[in-house]
């Protein structure tokens, strides 16, 4: 297949530049254009042929830099495509360069915020944290995130994950303003018990801690007293400062 | 007069079929990687309404095992990366078809053994991420496969349990928010391993019931807005744990009926939204749990149709 025969289809102009990146591979292009994985829109053939280009690379165990360019296409055409993915953790294992997976990093923000319920990016977000081993930045992404979903289940549990993974303590202010926000908010309880204690928290024996808050539990609930979180939690604290006090 | 009016069974089968061959539409291409999920949503449905004979089972059969893999798992599709989800979905439709015996069990087995990691939870595949629902998903294909002497099912509990929050609900994984999707895997994986006396049975039937509205529909979580597949998950879950009855099963009915596209068909996730094929299945699902004599009776723990189970 020719560079003449592609430039004639109506593509793209990245789409295009990808294509002539690849010249070399691309001679049996099209029998992994596959029709019933078209799509309706305007660049219908766009996405066929970057999904087409992507399998030749896949199929090649290319990891290489223009195998991200063309993966990365691939993976804003269709973010919850998971093998996309996986082949891109693929690369940048194989590549180790600390500036791939910074600029990684970037790409998973951008997607993330477009995305914020999708499971491949989140996880992806764990994999590079852990070559990257930047708990800070994972803090900070995760507070932007909740400030546009507050409830937003992936990103508790992977500042949960973070947390726990780098061991971060001094999370009791950032659970009290969610709570602030939104004092029936769920998830922001329930962050707020796992990050006072949990068991790796030296305060986890503390009668003293839940007693505090057992009154925080129960100032919130004079705002409102129909919160089902806070109901729970104060039912939480107080029996298990029952249980430490039985144990002294 | 019938509480499950107005169902109309045949608008809805015509709906799941046109979504199965609407191939130039935007949800099916963004729905290609898990498309072995998508038909496992299909084609219960169109079995749930009495309608599975109107699919091409042996091109769906043969499409099913071209997305398995040398591993023995299955991928979302051709060219797919394998997966316990998928391969459970892929499982599943075999069952449907009563085709198992076409399966090389042998490998699925060893691919979901090689799963499990030594604390006893599932990893969803190589990649390594660990979720409460992947230990359901490994437990219930092992059940439908009836070999889950093949993994440690002591640890695959203990995994579960460690996943069991204060409030009687349950977490992706330890210490994470309580979830009506996360309850129903580990409902799940607890009652197919006949574990459910680990746990407060009652306070988990509490925290279930508590997720109904007053819309009649049921939430995953606190202070959040129902769906129709919660109709699912959290009425599997109260059914396993024989407590149905704690919720008002009218209302919910109600709830799940005006969810219906009564001119296009289909079921959407809340009255007015768009229907589509994954929240169509759990909403006809719920029904079936809740005794719509217009579908099969369908299994709260395997979410298939009670005949194929006995």
């Known amino acids: ?248 | 007069m019938d509480r499950f009016t107005p169902l109309p069974v045949d608008l809805h089968q015509q709906y799941l079929c046109k979504a199965q061959n609407d191939t130039k539409s935007w949800e099916y291409f963004l729905t290609a990687h898990k498309r072995i999920s998508g038909a496992y949503w299909t084609l219960t449905s169109l079995d749930l309404l009495h309608a599975l004979e109107t699919t091409d089972e042996n091109a769906i059969i043969s499409w099913i095992f071209s997305c398995q893999h040398e591993s023995g798992g299955f991928g979302g599709n051709v060219d797919q990366d394998p997966n316990l989800l998928s391969t459970l979905s892929a499982v599943q439709c075999l069952a449907l078809y009563r085709r198992l015996d076409e399966l090389d069990s042998e490998k699925v087995i060893s691919y979901i053994a090689s799963l499990q990691l030594s604390d006893g939870s599932f990893m969803g595949d190589v990649w390594g991420e660990v979720d409460s629902r992947f230990t359901y998903a490994a437990i219930l294909c092992l059940s439908i496969l009836k070999r889950l002497d093949v993994i440690r099912v002591d640890k695959a509990v203990e995994f579960v349990i460690s996943c069991l929050n204060f409030d009687g609900g349950f977490g992706c994984i330890p210490g994470a928010e309580s979830h009506s999707g996360q309850v129903f895997c580990c409902i799940g994986a607890l009652y197919l391993t006949d574990s459910l006396y680990r746990i407060d049975q009652e306070l988990t039937g509490w925290w279930l019931a508590e997720r109904q509205l007053k819309n009649g529909g049921l939430n995953g979580r606190p202070d959040k807005k129902a769906d129709v597949c919660y109709s699912w998950w959290v009425l599997s879950s109260l059914a396993m744990l024989n407590k149905l009855d704690w919720i008002d099963s009218s209302k919910l009915i109600e709830f799940i009926l005006h969810c219906q596209d009564l001119e296009n068909g289909g079921i959407a996730d809340y009255p007015d939204d768009r229907s589509d094929v994954f929240h169509t299945f759990f909403g006809l699902a719920g029904l079936s749990l809740l005794g719509c004599p217009q579908l099969k009776r369908i299994h709260p723990a395997y979410a298939l149709p009670l005949e194929i189970i006995s």
């Open chain 1, 1 to 248: 297949m020719s560079q003449s025969h592609f430039q004639d289809l109506d593509l793209r102009t990245d789409t295009k530049a990808l294509l002539e990146l690849c010249q070399d591979v691309i001679q049996d292009i099209e029998e992994y254009i596959k029709p019933e994985r078209s799509a309706p829109i305007k660049y219908e053939i766009d996405f066929l042929w970057i999904s087409a280009l992507f399998r030749i690379l896949l199929k090649r165990k290319e990891y290489s830099e223009r195998a991200l360019k063309v993966s990365l296409a691939a993976i804003y055409n269709n973010p919850a495509d998971y093998s996309c993915w996986d082949f891109r953790r693929q690369i940048l294992k194989s590549l180790q360069q600390c500036s791939l997976f910074q600029q990684e990093l970037e790409i998973c923000n951008e997607l993330c915020l477009q995305n914020p319920k999708n499971y491949q990016i989140w996880f992806h977000r764990r994999f590079l944290c852990t070559f990257l081993e930047n708990p800070l930045q994972e803090l900070q992404f995760t507070e932007i995130t909740l400030l546009e979903d507050a409830k937003n289940y992936h990103a508790w549990s992977h500042r949960q994950w973070v947390v726990d993974h780098f061991q971060v303590l001094d999370e009791e202010a950032f659970s009290k303003k969610f709570l602030e926000m939104d004092f029936r908010n769920n998830s922001a309880w329930n962050y707020r018990y796992f990050t006072l204690f949990s068991n790796m928290r030296t305060t986890v024996n503390s009668l003293e801690l839940r007693q505090s808050e057992a009154s925080y539990a129960w100032e919130m609930l004079q705002r409102s007293f129909m919160n089902e979180s806070a109901w729970y939690y104060l039912w939480k604290v107080v029996n298990d400062g029952k249980s430490i006090a039985a144990s002294v």
